[in-house]
């Protein structure tokens, strides 16, 4: 038996190595169209050296195609390829989803419980690092502090158990999350029930 080594075992080994080959590969998925570098690497938030090094490492393997274009080349992912469309974009797909799965279990956790649930901190901004919690003011509802903070509990064990996440919970009544907003300003409101402009000051901007 012939026991297959390196890359032809392990493709997927150059293409995770790098996070800006991941950068630009998300970035690829979610356009509708081919694209400059320079577009690639400002959606994909690096610059546009790492762009380039990572669009020819991409190219290399088979994932990326450019084409000339006046000026800028364009570049389009090359879905035929296997490792394309066998496991990354499914890959990537369920990556997507992670988001959003967490956003339902706090609500369905929340709901009738919480008037509202606002996001802070780094999760807020977009700039999670593995091992730090998720930040949450939880402003109370009609059913009161207690019931609230029992559910609050039980959503930690299971966003702790699911996707090993640890949440940081304020719970807070209306007028104390009125005064907190407005000093702290890194919160983003998650809707869970209730009008959003019950807070003064609020940013409801999504992220």
Known sequence: ????KGH???????????PSRLAVLRAMVRAKSPLSGRALARIAGINHQGAAVALAALAKLG?????PAGRS???RLDRNRWLMSELL????????????AVADAIKKALRGKAFAVLLGGAAA????????PVEMIV?????????????VRALGTLIKEQWCLALDVRVLSRR???RAVAVEDLWELLPVEGPPSAFTGVSTAQR
Do not use: C, N, T
């Open 63 to 67: 994932l990326v195609e450019r084409r």
């Open 73 to 75: 080349d364009q570049w």
């Open 176 to 178: 104390e999350a009125q």
């Open 125 to 132: 901004k977009g700039r999670l690092e593995p091992g730090r």
């Open 139 to 151: 402003v109370e509802g009609a059913m009161g502090r207690r019931i609230l903070s029992e559910s």
């Open 1 to 4: 038996m012939i026991y297959l």
């Open 89 to 100: 974009l499914p890959l990537f797909e369920r990556e997507a989803e992670h988001a959003d």
């Open 8 to 18: 032809l075992a392990r493709p997927l080994d150059a293409v995770l190595s790098a």
